[in-house]
Structures are given as structure tokens and as C-alpha cells.
């Protein structure tokens, strides 16, 4: 079944004449990836931290600085969970898979072509749309809908299964909620 809509994605949606589109999927997909969240949580965080021991001094500084915390500690470890993860099934990608006609896993593996499951950019666009829904939950859907974008972009440019993708944005949640418990535990 993962196969077929691998293939209804790859084959139907990515690989249209159209150009545009296609450039589209590949540069959306990059936005996934957990290096952009991870300068923009630390950026900010030095930004807030900076202007709180200044002269300006308000609640938004403050919130703010705990967000870009937060931000960076969900990212962290809902990337921690993603590669364990990945490590431990070795699912091959749906290239590999092709080439091979490999469709089983290879448990414990460090190879790069067997860690299709979970999507590591779906997890992290998730993890990111989830924390900024908190931050305005009025737009939320927003966030969850541009997420989805971006982890059917990875089916689309050939990276993923459709499952991986429900995976990663399972261990997204995962994530948010242990993040939730550290910060609720150590009062943040």
C-alpha cells in the first residue's frame, strides 16, 4: 500500500512537466530541515536575552526569550527521538527500495538510504508548527496546514513514504508533550 502512494505522489505530482511546481516541492521541502530552527531558536534567544539585561525590559522580551527555549529544546528533542528512531527500524527509502526491490528493514542500522521511518523534516516542521501554536493558537491551522505541505513535499521529491510522514508527525507530538513535562517540571 506504502508503495502505491509512493508511487501515485512520485510519479503522478512529482514528476509533472511542470517546472515550477516541481522547484516548488523541492525548495519547500528544505524548509524541514531542523538546522533553520535550530540558528533561529539560538538567534533569538541571544536577541531576547540581550535586550532583557538592557534598558528594555517587558513581558514580551521575557516570553519571547522562554519561547525561543522552549523552540530549541522541542527541536532537540524531537530530533533525538526522529534518529533513534530511524536507527533502530532501518526502513529503506523509497529509492533505495526501488533500486533493490528491498522493502523489509534492517534493524540497528547507520546506513543513510535505511532511515526512511520517521520523516526527520516532517517531525521537525510539525514540532515547529506546534510550538508556534501555542504561542497564537487563533492561527494555528495555518501552521498545521503548511506543515502538511511540507511533509507531503518529501513523499512528492522522492524522500519518503507517505508513512514516515504520519510518523514524524507522531513523534512531533510525542515531542511537544515531553518538552511540556521538562518545562512544567523545572518550572520554565
Known sequence: MDIEIYNLFYEYIGSLNNIYLKKFFINITEIGDSLWFFVISILG???????????????????????????????????VLTQLIKHIIGRPRP???????????????????????????????????LALSML???IKIYYIFFALIVGL???????????????????????????????KKFKI
Do not use: C, M, W
Not at 516570553?63 to 529544546?73: P, V
Not at 518529501?154 to 513523534?171: E, Q, S
Open 153 to 183: 513535499s518529501r513523499v512528492i521529491v522522492g524522500a519518503h513514504f507517505l508513512t514516515d510522514v504520519i510518523g514524524g508527525i507522531i513523534i512531533a507530538f510525542v515531542g511537544i508533550k515531553l518538552t511540556l513535562l521538562i518545562f
Open 95 to 129: 529509492n533505495y527500495s526501488s533500486e533493490n526491490s528491498f522493502f523489509g528493514f534492517e534493524l540497528f542500522s547507520f546506513e543513510s538510504s535505511l532511515h526512511s521511518f520517521p520523516s526527520g523534516h516532517t517531525s521537525t516542521i510539525f514540532i515547529v508548527a
Open 136 to 138: 497564537t493558537p487563533k
Open 45 to 79: 534567544f541571544l536577541i531576547t536575552y540581550f535586550l532583557s539585561k538592557s534598558k528594555i525590559k517587558n513581558k514580551f522580551i521575557q516570553n519571547s526569550k522562554i519561547f525561543f527555549i522552549f523552540l530549541f529544546t522541542a527541536t532537540l528533542i524531537t530530533g
